[in-house]
């Protein structure tokens, strides 16, 4: 059964800094990865879909890769804003449920001006 | 604006009470899914539904039961046999099976039951 691991849990940074936030998934057999944010008390945002095909995604300061040998796929953030805080999700479509997705259990980022 | 609306935000319930979860969605997309946040938890699947008048169930279906009547709407019971069904709970729609189908979400109904 598919699993994702999302690492680290939590992340605290200054404002400016660069970072990378990391998800791992144990079945490769994927349609699409993607990344996702929520807001506290909201639904989630769609940020980036990379196809199985793909390598990587860009829109604005954030870059998401995807190595599905390995399992992997990193979200890159670039020049952290305090409007960045907010829990980022990543999820899989597995090949079993047809276009729905396993989801991780979240990364939470603080951004601190 | 195109979106998903669920319906309401906040909802209370006496223990032993069934409850309906509304979505909604004018994005004229074809699948919809109903999905579970509790915290420390990831997003779990409770049913999905790929076509009016079909559903699948996810992994957590027990307790829960679903209708597709209409293409736009995809409401969500939560019956008195679920046995913790105080979460927040997410409606979720995508244009359907392919690799470029992102998952679009609504603002998520916090159900509490006591």
């Known amino acids: 059964k598919q699993e994702v691991t999302q690492i680290p849990a939590a992340l605290s940074v200054p404002e400016g800094e660069n970072l990378v936030l990391n998800c791992s998934f144990t079945d490769s057999a994927i349609y699409n990865l993607q990344w996702f944010r929520q807001d506290p008390g909201k639904g989630l945002t769609s940020l980036l879909l990379i196809q199985s095909s793909q390598r990587e995604q860009t829109s604005g300061r954030l870059n998401a890769s995807l190595d599905k040998s390995s399992g992997r796929s990193t979200l890159y953030i670039a020049a952290s804003q305090p409007g960045d805080s907010a829990t980022y999700l990543c999820a899989v479509s597995h090949n079993q449920a047809g276009t729905a997705l396993i989801f991780g259990k979240g990364t939470t980022l603080s951004v601190s001006s | 604006d195109g979106g998903i609306t669920q319906s309401p935000k906040y909802l209370f319930r006496k223990e032993g009470q069934n409850v309906t979860l509304s979505c909604e969605q004018n994005?004229?997309?074809?699948?919809m899914y109903w999905y579970r946040q509790d915290p420390g938890q990831g997003l779990r699947l409770i049913y999905y539904s790929q076509i009016v008048n079909d559903f699948q169930k996810g992994d957590i279906a027990e307790g829960y039961s679903v209708s597709r009547e209409k293409k736009e709407s995809f409401p969500l019971t939560v019956t008195s046999a679920q046995k913790n069904p105080t979460a927040f709970y997410l409606c979720?729609?995508?244009?359907?099976?392919?690799?470029?189908?992102?998952?679009?979400f609504g603002n998520g109904t916090r159900l509490t039951v006591t």
């Open positions: 979720a729609s995508s244009i359907g099976q392919g690799e470029n189908s992102p998952l679009h």
């Open positions: 994005l004229n997309h074809d699948a």
